[in-house]
T-cell receptor, first 119, second 110 residues
Framework: GAVVSQHPSRVICKSGTSVKIECRSLDFQATTMFWYRQFPKQSLMLMATSNEGSKATYEQGVEKDKFLINHASLTLSTLTVTSAHPEDSSFYIC???????????????FGPGTRLTVT | SQQGEEDPQALSIQEGENATMNCSYKTSINNLQWYRQNSGRGLVHLILIRSNEREKHSGRLRVTLDTSKKSSSLLITASRAADTASYFCATDAGFQKLVFGTGTRLLVSP
């Protein structure tokens, strides 16, 4: 149980285009999802917290208009990288909390990640 | 930055040896979690230790937590080549989000 999927796993796009990444909780309801960014051989940096039915909360330094997050249902959150540039190339990982069994513990279930390359 | 620090950054050992990784953090926490990441993949949750716990075991994993020193350690006993991965600690300060440490890259040679 508690499986999180991401799609696509890899994407290559041209500079200036937009890319959408989907994050789905497959067997549980996720009222809260998180989006992280990870550069090679570095740690995960939280970009934003996505709450179902409300606006995402962005971390300091993350451009809201650049990284659009939509959490339209209890099982789906999307991250759209708008007008992508080579510096946006990175590994993007989402995670979700299973509110049903969370009991306030805060354990997160992670997706397999999406490798974005902007040429 | 609130990010925690881990040491060593990289650790190379032989199969059968024990591996110890340390994590230091900066704020008060509700719990501390350890995750594992294979190259280019997502994270797998290993173990969670609450702030009122001092030690926890799960199979070959042993985690300690010292809240007075704001530090934790992860011990992997009798390591295997399959344990090769990056290991991250993450702290939950009660604001829903996790703050990850810098990570330790573990290489276990056969």
């Amino acid at each position: 149980g508690a499986v999180v999927s991401q799609h696509p796993s890899r994407v290559i796009c041209k500079s200036g285009t937009s890319v959408k990444i989907e994050c789905r909780s497959l067997d549980f309801q996720a009222t809260t999802m998180f989006w992280y960014r990870q550069f090679p051989k570095q740690s995960l940096m939280l970009m934003a917290t996505s709450n179902e039915g409300s606006k995402a909360t962005y971390e300091q330094g993350v451009e809201k208009d650049k990284f659009l997050i939509n959490h339209a249902s209890l099982t789906l959150s999307t991250l759209t990288v708008t007008s992508a540039h080579p510096e946006d190339s990175s590994f993007y990982i989402c995670s979700a909390r299973d509110r049903g069994r969370d009991r306030g513990i805060g354990k997160q279930y992670f997706g397999p990640g999406t490798r974005l390359t902007v040429t | 930055s609130q990010q925690g620090e881990e040491d060593p950054q990289a650790l190379s050992i032989q199969e059968g040896e024990n591996a110890t990784m340390n994590c230091s953090y900066k704020t008060s926490i509700n719990n501390l979690q350890w995750y594992r990441q294979n190259s280019g993949r997502g994270l797998v949750h290993l173990i969670l230790i609450r702030s009122n716990e001092r030690e926890k075991h799960s199979g070959r994993l042993r985690v300690t937590l010292d809240t007075s020193k704001k530090s934790s350690s992860l011990l992997i006993t009798a390591s295997r080549a399959a344990d090769t991965a990056s290991y991250f600690c993450a702290t939950d300060a009660g604001f829903q989000k996790l703050v990850f440490g810098t990570g330790t890259r573990l290489l276990v040679s056969p």
